[in-house]
């Protein structure tokens, strides 16, 4: 089936510190992977995205890590602010129009100041 | 640009009735997505409207409805209600992809949510 899950549901971390996010999903079929971030009393906001023929994207202070070998995906957070508080959530497209995001159960980031 | 809207912003209904949550996307979106996020999970697909049809479809019951109309904008119908229908209703726009000129991502944007509470 399709499922999407994460490994650690809590992650507390020092600022200024890297944070790693670690994800699981079992569908090997989806070639889409997203990460969002949502903020309480907000919806889920769009961080970073890969597609299955890459295993490495990076954007500002953040990097996603595609093994498709083991089906794990990570979101690296460098130099991590307290504005980085929030639930990630890792989410795969499935479906032909990529539109159709099976969210996993997400993770609590919180920041040390 | 306003991003996504949505309304009401809460709603508080009694088991047994209906409801109907409305969106606005994104402007230059004519795709729209509704999600339904329990306390603490993650949010679950609901369906998806493209050009005023049912795309796709989640696993969720025949009780959850929804429309798009001309100007894209959407509605997410519930009837029947149950407690267990109490979460945080979420909707989502994107563009089309594959047009001459167009957009290259089909990054969703979420709207702000609709928090339903069922008494």
């Known amino acids: 089936g399709e499922s999407v899950g994460l490994h650690l549901p809590t992650l507390s971390v020092q600022e200024g510190d890297n944070s790693i996010i670690n994800c699981a999903y079992s569908?090997?079929?989806?070639?889409?992977f997203i990460w969002y971030k949502q903020e309480s009393g907000k919806g889920p906001q769009f961080i970073i995205d890969?597609?299955?023929?890459?295993d490495k994207r990076q954007g500002q202070r953040v990097t996603v890590l595609l093994n498709k070998t083991v089906k794990h995906l990570s979101l690296q957070i460098a130099a991590t602010q307290p504005g980085d508080s929030a639930v990630y959530f890792c989410?795969?497209?499935?479906?032909?129009?990529?539109?159709?995001?099976?969210f996993g159960p997400g993770t609590s980031l919180s920041v040390i100041p | 640009d306003a991003g996504v809207t949505q309304s009401p912003t809460h709603l508080i209904k009694t088991r047994g009735q209906q409801v109907t949550l409305r969106c606005s996307p994104k402007?230059?979106?004519?795709?729209v997505s509704w999600y339904q996020q329990a306390l603490g999970q993650g949010p679950q697909f609901i369906f998806q409207?493209?050009?005023?049809?049912?795309?796709q479809r989640g696993n969720f019951p025949d009780r959850f409805s929804g429309h798009q109309f001309p100007n894209y904008s959407s509605e997410l119908n519930v009837n029947a209600l149950l407690l267990g229908d109490s979460a945080l209703y979420l909707c989502?726009?994107?563009?089309?992809?594959?047009?001459?000129?167009?957009?290259?991502?089909?990054?969703?944007?979420f709207g702000p949510g609709t928090r339903l509470t069922v008494l």
């Open positions: 989410a795969e497209n499935v479906g032909t129009s990529y539109d159709k995001v099976i």
């Open positions: 402007s230059g979106h004519d795709t």
């Open positions: 890969i597609r299955s023929n890459m």
């Open positions: 989502a726009s994107s563009p089309t992809l594959g047009l001459a000129g167009g957009p290259v991502s089909n990054e969703q944007f």
């Open positions: 569908n090997s079929a989806s070639d889409y």
């Open positions: 409207y493209y050009e005023e049809e049912e795309r």
